[in-house]
């Protein structure tokens, strides 16, 4: 039973997590993460890029900055806290009894896996113009408790195995942003244009359980498919408007890919592979990830079975780059602190664009010379909630935040976002 739950138990988890909505509003910079994301309208320089590109005209920008591998992740189970997701890994180091206490904490409807990775590979900003690259992959993975059940325990004669809700979606693409600012009288305007580079789109899941009953011998057949795309391209545009009303105090609009064009590319392939007993108590986790890489061949509607064509048919609906309305103020009591709030939300629908529909979130900075520390919450307006922190020591910005995004059949969703960057800006700024 340990080699079986070891390796299979590996295999399905490694599957979710590749899978792998967001873990909340997963932000592109350290510092918006620390203040619970009402950064709006603090961010000047290259963070202004992805959020609104009007703030580099703002007063106060640096003449020049940049910022160098940020990277953010963020992850949230349902049931399951993550220290058991990744213990999943590894079930023949666990005794029966956290076996057990797995199975009783995932809902009766099943657990889901959540996963968001944004890398902001470099960002610049020099005057009135910003440049940047960045990577984001998104995903989701539901796990039917029976299918948990059936790893862990085995396959038991005579029991009715009924896995319907294991599936996933999983999107990355790469994100090529140019920015230009300038002021207009007392109000600062701002554009982005974005290249999108489609990475791979995947959807994935359980398409069909046969029960297997003697005369032969008896087993359950577990099969799993996805149909994926690979590449795709298109542009987006961002605009924004900033001001300071008052001295010390900002407020700050955008609204993120007002127009987009981005497809993914028709051509589909497809994968499958399937689960027996001999997988479930000596299989490993190499082979059946193999013979499921070994699987991929063309995708053809004509000849896929039912289960396998809807998944193609789900594969595009609602993955464009996501059109996000962001609205934050800013106000500066005395020159090292910062009170901030925010607002964003998603004005049409994308399955990549994040796990909450909305956010408003309140944050606090303080400078003391080269450290920066910040705090923050956020809420989706309904039962998810983020409390996060942050400081800065020099050129390293780190951030984390807890995420509890509400319960299902009495159990909550939770997890964490971490994100570090290194940056640097001249000391000089603009008027």
Known sequence: MQMRAHRVGAALVAAALAAGHAAAQVPLTARSLGMGNAYLGVALGQEALFLNPANIALPGNPHWSFSIPTFTAGATALGLSLGQVNSFRDFGELDQGERDQILADIPASGTELRADVRVPLVALQIRRFALGVSY???????????????????????????????????????????????????????????????????????????????????????????????????FGVDVGAAMRPAPGVTLSGSLSNVFNSFEWDADLRQKSVTLTSQDYESGSVESVLTRFDESERA?????????VRRLAADLERDTGPP?????????????????????????????????????????????????????????????????????????????????????????????????????????????
């Open 136 to 234: 984001a992959f998104q995903g989701n993975h539901t796990l039917d408790r029976d299918i948990v059940d059936l790893l862990v325990n085995g396959y038991q004669p005579g029991r009715v195995y009924s896995i319907r809700n294991t599936g996933g979606l999983a999107a990355s693409y790469m994100d090529f942003a140019a920015a230009y600012a300038r002021r207009v009288g007392p109000v600062a305007l701002g554009v982005t244009g974005h290249y999108y580079r489609g990475g791979t789109l995947g959807r994935m899941g359980v398409v069909a359980v046969d029960t297997i009953r003697p005369p032969a011998q008896p087993d359950v057949h577990v099969t799993y498919a996805g149909v994926h795309a690979e590449g795709g391209s298109g």
């Open 299 to 307: 995708f053809d509607a004509a000849t896929a079975v039912d289960s």
């Open 323 to 431: 059109s996000v309305l962001r609205l934050g103020a800013a106000w500066e009591p005395r020159p090292s602190m910062v009170v901030a709030a925010a607002y964003q939300g998603n004005v049409a629908n994308s399955r990549i664009g994040g796990m909450w529909d909305q956010s408003l979130g309140v944050g606090w900075q303080q400078r003391f010379s080269f450290v920066s520390l910040r705090a923050g919450v956020a809420t989706d307006l309904e039962d998810g909630g983020l409390l996060s922190g942050g400081i800065t020591l020099g050129p390293l910005n780190l951030g984390l935040a807890r995420v509890h995004d509400g319960d299902v059949d009495g159990r909550p969703r939770t997890g964490w976002v971490a994100t570090a960057s290194l940056s640097a800006r001249s000391n000089s700024v603009m008027p």
